[in-house]
Protein backbone atom coordinates (compact mmCIF):
# COMPACT_ATOMS: atom_id res chain seq x y z
CA UNK A 1 0.00 0.00 0.00
CA UNK A 2 0.89 3.77 -0.34
CA UNK A 3 3.32 5.16 2.37
CA UNK A 4 4.77 8.08 3.59
CA UNK A 5 7.89 8.53 5.05
CA UNK A 6 8.76 11.62 6.49
CA UNK A 7 12.18 12.71 8.30
CA UNK A 8 13.36 13.57 11.03
CA UNK A 9 11.29 11.95 13.75
CA UNK A 10 12.49 15.37 16.19
CA UNK A 11 14.29 18.61 15.68
CA UNK A 12 15.93 20.71 18.66
CA UNK A 13 16.71 24.09 17.11
CA UNK A 14 17.87 27.54 18.59
CA UNK A 15 15.38 30.08 18.48
CA UNK A 16 15.95 32.01 15.10
CA UNK A 17 17.61 28.73 13.32
CA UNK A 18 16.24 27.41 10.29
CA UNK A 19 14.18 24.00 10.07
CA UNK A 20 13.38 21.76 7.47
CA UNK A 21 11.25 18.62 7.10
CA UNK A 22 11.00 16.14 4.50
CA UNK A 23 8.41 13.79 3.12
CA UNK A 24 8.86 11.45 0.71
CA UNK A 25 6.05 8.97 -0.92
CA UNK A 26 6.19 5.37 -2.46
CA UNK A 27 4.29 6.45 -5.23
CA UNK A 28 3.30 9.22 -6.93
CA UNK A 29 1.04 11.47 -5.52
CA UNK A 30 -2.32 14.02 -6.76
CA UNK A 31 -2.03 16.21 -3.99
CA UNK A 32 -0.07 16.98 -0.69
CA UNK A 33 -1.33 18.39 2.28
CA UNK A 34 0.54 19.78 5.68
CA UNK A 35 -1.24 20.07 9.04
CA UNK A 36 0.65 21.17 12.71
CA UNK A 37 -0.26 19.63 15.99
CA UNK A 38 0.79 21.69 18.98
CA UNK A 39 1.41 19.82 21.96
CA UNK A 40 -1.79 18.11 23.52
CA UNK A 41 -3.82 19.51 20.56
CA UNK A 42 -5.62 18.63 16.91
CA UNK A 43 -3.92 18.57 14.03
CA UNK A 44 -4.84 22.07 11.86
CA UNK A 45 -4.76 21.98 8.21
CA UNK A 46 -2.05 24.39 6.76
CA UNK A 47 -1.69 23.89 3.41
CA UNK A 48 -2.02 21.74 0.15
CA UNK A 49 0.32 21.83 -2.93
CA UNK A 50 -1.56 19.96 -6.12
CA UNK A 51 1.10 20.92 -9.10
CA UNK A 52 4.11 19.25 -10.01
CA UNK A 53 7.03 21.60 -8.13
CA UNK A 54 4.57 24.18 -6.86
CA UNK A 55 6.27 25.97 -4.21
CA UNK A 56 3.66 28.44 -1.63
CA UNK A 57 4.93 30.44 1.44
CA UNK A 58 2.83 31.64 4.23
CA UNK A 59 5.18 34.43 5.84
CA UNK A 60 7.64 32.25 7.07
CA UNK A 61 6.86 28.71 5.81
CA UNK A 62 7.83 27.59 2.34
CA UNK A 63 6.18 24.24 1.13
CA UNK A 64 7.47 22.82 -2.04
CA UNK A 65 6.38 19.98 -4.15
CA UNK A 66 8.70 17.74 -5.94
CA UNK A 67 8.74 18.09 -9.56
CA UNK A 68 7.67 14.32 -9.59
CA UNK A 69 4.99 14.34 -6.95
CA UNK A 70 6.75 11.85 -5.22
CA UNK A 71 8.10 14.25 -2.25
CA UNK A 72 7.66 17.90 -0.52
CA UNK A 73 8.73 19.74 2.15
CA UNK A 74 8.16 22.37 4.45
CA UNK A 75 10.81 24.83 4.97
CA UNK A 76 10.49 27.59 8.66
CA UNK A 77 12.84 30.28 8.35
CA UNK A 78 14.21 31.37 11.49
CA UNK A 79 11.83 29.32 14.07
CA UNK A 80 9.84 31.25 17.00
CA UNK A 81 8.78 29.08 20.15
CA UNK A 82 5.23 29.42 18.11
CA UNK A 83 6.31 27.44 15.61
CA UNK A 84 6.95 24.03 18.28
CA UNK A 85 4.39 21.65 17.42
CA UNK A 86 4.39 18.25 15.15
CA UNK A 87 4.06 19.00 11.46
CA UNK A 88 2.89 16.33 9.60
CA UNK A 89 2.25 16.00 5.62
CA UNK A 90 -0.34 13.67 3.81
CA UNK A 91 -0.59 12.62 0.84
CA UNK A 92 -3.51 10.95 -2.08
CA UNK A 93 -2.01 8.80 -4.41
CA UNK A 94 -4.36 8.01 -7.47
CA UNK A 95 -5.60 4.18 -6.80
CA UNK A 96 -6.88 5.41 -2.96
CA UNK A 97 -8.03 9.04 -3.37
CA UNK A 98 -10.34 8.96 -0.73
CA UNK A 99 -7.46 7.36 2.00
CA UNK A 100 -5.51 10.61 2.87
CA UNK A 101 -2.08 8.87 4.65
CA UNK A 102 0.03 10.63 7.08
CA UNK A 103 3.54 10.70 7.61
CA UNK A 104 5.03 9.75 11.24
CA UNK A 105 5.15 13.61 11.23
CA UNK A 106 8.05 15.89 12.72
CA UNK A 107 8.59 17.28 16.28
CA UNK A 108 10.10 20.94 16.34
CA UNK A 109 10.92 22.25 19.37
CA UNK A 110 12.65 25.49 19.66
CA UNK A 111 15.12 27.23 22.80
CA UNK A 112 13.81 30.42 22.84
CA UNK B 1 -20.54 26.12 14.02
CA UNK B 2 -19.13 23.74 16.56
CA UNK B 3 -17.44 22.13 13.95
CA UNK B 4 -16.04 18.20 14.73
CA UNK B 5 -17.49 17.65 18.18
CA UNK B 6 -16.10 14.39 19.77
CA UNK B 7 -17.18 12.88 22.92
CA UNK B 8 -15.99 11.46 25.41
CA UNK B 9 -12.86 13.36 25.75
CA UNK B 10 -11.40 11.01 27.75
CA UNK B 11 -12.34 7.25 28.44
CA UNK B 12 -11.04 4.24 30.89
CA UNK B 13 -12.17 0.74 29.86
CA UNK B 14 -11.29 -2.71 30.67
CA UNK B 15 -9.92 -5.33 28.61
CA UNK B 16 -13.49 -6.86 26.79
CA UNK B 17 -15.65 -3.54 27.63
CA UNK B 18 -17.45 -2.14 24.46
CA UNK B 19 -17.96 1.63 24.21
CA UNK B 20 -18.70 4.00 21.17
CA UNK B 21 -16.64 6.69 20.43
CA UNK B 22 -18.89 9.72 19.10
CA UNK B 23 -18.14 12.35 16.46
CA UNK B 24 -20.67 15.04 14.86
CA UNK B 25 -19.95 17.64 12.47
CA UNK B 26 -21.80 20.20 11.20
CA UNK B 27 -20.20 21.53 8.10
CA UNK B 28 -22.37 19.19 6.12
CA UNK B 29 -19.10 17.37 5.16
CA UNK B 30 -19.77 14.28 3.02
CA UNK B 31 -16.82 12.62 3.82
CA UNK B 32 -15.72 11.79 7.45
CA UNK B 33 -13.24 9.39 8.52
CA UNK B 34 -11.44 7.94 12.29
CA UNK B 35 -7.66 7.92 12.94
CA UNK B 36 -5.93 6.62 16.10
CA UNK B 37 -2.31 8.13 16.79
CA UNK B 38 -0.06 6.54 19.11
CA UNK B 39 3.45 7.69 19.75
CA UNK B 40 5.93 7.40 16.80
CA UNK B 41 3.28 6.08 14.91
CA UNK B 42 1.65 9.38 13.19
CA UNK B 43 -2.32 9.05 12.70
CA UNK B 44 -3.56 5.70 11.19
CA UNK B 45 -6.69 5.64 9.12
CA UNK B 46 -9.04 3.28 11.06
CA UNK B 47 -12.34 3.82 8.83
CA UNK B 48 -13.93 6.67 6.32
CA UNK B 49 -16.93 7.24 4.63
CA UNK B 50 -17.97 9.07 2.06
CA UNK B 51 -21.15 9.77 2.67
CA UNK B 52 -24.50 8.63 4.48
CA UNK B 53 -24.93 5.03 4.26
CA UNK B 54 -21.16 4.35 2.69
CA UNK B 55 -18.34 3.13 4.40
CA UNK B 56 -14.97 1.81 3.74
CA UNK B 57 -11.81 0.06 5.60
CA UNK B 58 -8.66 2.23 6.19
CA UNK B 59 -5.55 1.16 7.07
CA UNK B 60 -5.91 -0.38 10.67
CA UNK B 61 -9.91 -1.50 10.86
CA UNK B 62 -9.93 -4.30 13.00
CA UNK B 63 -11.45 -4.60 15.88
CA UNK B 64 -13.16 -1.48 15.08
CA UNK B 65 -16.93 -0.92 13.61
CA UNK B 66 -18.32 2.33 12.11
CA UNK B 67 -21.52 3.34 10.78
CA UNK B 68 -23.07 5.97 8.50
CA UNK B 69 -26.76 6.66 9.70
CA UNK B 70 -27.00 10.46 8.70
CA UNK B 71 -24.78 12.95 7.31
CA UNK B 72 -23.83 14.60 10.19
CA UNK B 73 -22.59 11.64 12.77
CA UNK B 74 -19.93 9.23 12.40
CA UNK B 75 -19.56 7.13 15.26
CA UNK B 76 -16.38 4.28 16.07
CA UNK B 77 -17.76 1.02 17.92
CA UNK B 78 -15.28 -0.77 19.87
CA UNK B 79 -16.87 -4.40 20.54
CA UNK B 80 -14.30 -5.66 23.02
CA UNK B 81 -12.10 -3.55 23.91
CA UNK B 82 -7.91 -4.56 24.00
CA UNK B 83 -4.94 -2.79 25.70
CA UNK B 84 -3.54 -2.33 21.85
CA UNK B 85 -6.57 -0.06 21.06
CA UNK B 86 -5.05 2.71 24.07
CA UNK B 87 -4.56 5.50 21.88
CA UNK B 88 -5.63 9.09 20.64
CA UNK B 89 -8.24 9.11 18.75
CA UNK B 90 -9.21 11.64 15.79
CA UNK B 91 -12.72 12.04 13.85
CA UNK B 92 -11.61 14.27 10.41
CA UNK B 93 -14.11 15.41 8.00
CA UNK B 94 -14.24 17.27 4.69
CA UNK B 95 -16.25 18.62 2.05
CA UNK B 96 -16.11 15.32 -1.09
CA UNK B 97 -15.04 17.22 -3.99
CA UNK B 98 -14.57 15.39 -7.14
CA UNK B 99 -10.52 16.51 -7.26
CA UNK B 100 -10.21 15.57 -3.19
CA UNK B 101 -8.54 18.77 -2.24
CA UNK B 102 -10.79 19.64 0.23
CA UNK B 103 -8.68 19.91 3.29
CA UNK B 104 -9.40 17.78 6.65
CA UNK B 105 -10.65 19.01 9.93
CA UNK B 106 -10.31 17.30 13.20
CA UNK B 107 -11.61 17.38 16.28
CA UNK B 108 -10.51 17.52 19.91
CA UNK B 109 -9.90 14.03 19.98
CA UNK B 110 -10.38 11.06 22.14
CA UNK B 111 -8.16 9.74 24.90
CA UNK B 112 -9.00 6.20 25.22
CA UNK B 113 -6.70 3.81 28.04
CA UNK B 114 -7.61 0.65 27.61
CA UNK B 115 -6.92 -1.89 30.99
Known amino acids: GQQVMQIPQYQHVQEGEDFTTYCNSS?????IQWYKQRPGGHPVFLIQ?????EVKKQKRLTFQFGEAKKNSSLHITATQTTDVGTYFCAGRSGGSNYKLTFGKGTLLTVNP | NAGVTQTPKFQVLKTGQSMTLQCAQD?????MSWYRQDPGMGLRLIHY???????DQGEVPNGYNVSRSTTEDFPLRLLSAAPSQTSVYFCASSYNDRALNSPLHFGNGTRLTVT
Open chain 2, 49 to 55: SVGAGIT
Open chain 1, 27 to 31: TTLSN
Open chain 1, 49 to 53: LVKSG
Open chain 2, 27 to 31: MNHEY
